[in-house]
């Protein structure tokens, strides 16, 4: 089984409609993110949490939100989703090493859903 | 504020050619410097990072990328192109602070030429 997973792989859904993109890690990781990626744009950071309380906003968090279930759970739901909300979604996850010059800040991330919105 | 650019969105090259792809960051503080890969279909794979052991890192599939403070550089390069290299490539920047996140470059599309 994968590290990190996300249900479902693809997604078309219509204007207006909720939907929830899952994400789910057995890395043990206390760190995750959701990032969206467009052609030409990279990825960019929608929210993360670092911990089950702590959830925050990235740089493009409008239209969005976002639930930390558990450690190991953390969705992304489109309350009413619009045509600009079609991208490739990814979650990743990573394990601050506190100190040290071989801290990890590297990201483990799934292998994305991909949502059309109609 | 942390910034990456990566020159080029585009990159070809026959097989078995140099690949040379080019990341400058920003930032205000001794950054961590990822490159990732993305193949088709398929999330990011981290090929290599910097974390300020080593100025010139090794990483999977035979590329490597060096650190270059004076330049604010961080190219990723690989001596021979394979077929199989044909992806897209992100540099990346985390200050590492614990509060900090990875800030991700706009992505390199890299076409082998046979």
Redesign the interface.
């Known amino acids: 089984d994968a590290d ?1 997973t996300q249900t479902p792989r693809n997604r078309i859904t219509k204007t207006g409609k909720r939907i929830m993109l899952e994400c789910s890690q057995t890395k043990g990781h206390d760190r995750m ?1 959701w ?1 969206r990626q467009d052609p ?6 929608i929210y ?1 949490s ?1 911990d089950v309380k702590d959830i925050n906003k ?1 740089e493009i968090s409008d239209g969005y939100s976002v639930s930390r279930q558990a450690q190991a759970k953390f969705s992304l739901s489109l309350e009413s989703a619009i045509p600009n909300q079609t991208a490739l979604y ?1 979650c ?1 996850t990573s394990d ?1 090493e ?1 100190g040290g ?12 859903t991909r949502l059309t919105v109609v | 504020a942390q910034s990456v650019t990566q020159l080029g969105s585009h990159v070809s090259v026959s097989e078995g050619a140099l690949v040379l792809l080019r990341c400058n960051y920003s930032s205000s503080v001794p950054p961590y410097l990822f490159w990732y890969v993305q193949y088709p279909n398929q999330g990011l794979q981290l090929l290599l990072k910097y974390t300020s052991a080593a100025t010139l890192v090794k990483g999977i599939n035979g590329f490597e990328a060096e650190f270059k403070k004076s330049e604010t550089s961080f190219h990723l390069t690989k001596p021979s192109a394979h077929m199989s290299d044909a992806a897209e490539y992100f540099c990346a920047v985390n200050p590492g602070s614990s509060a900090s996140k990875i800030i991700f470059g706009s992505g390199t599309r890299l076409s082998i030429r046979p």
Do not use: D, I
């Open positions: 990190v993110y990032y030409g744009l990279g990825l960019r950071l993360y670092f990235g990814f990743a601050l506190s010059p071989e801290a990890n800040y590297g990201y483990t991330f799934g292998s994305g």
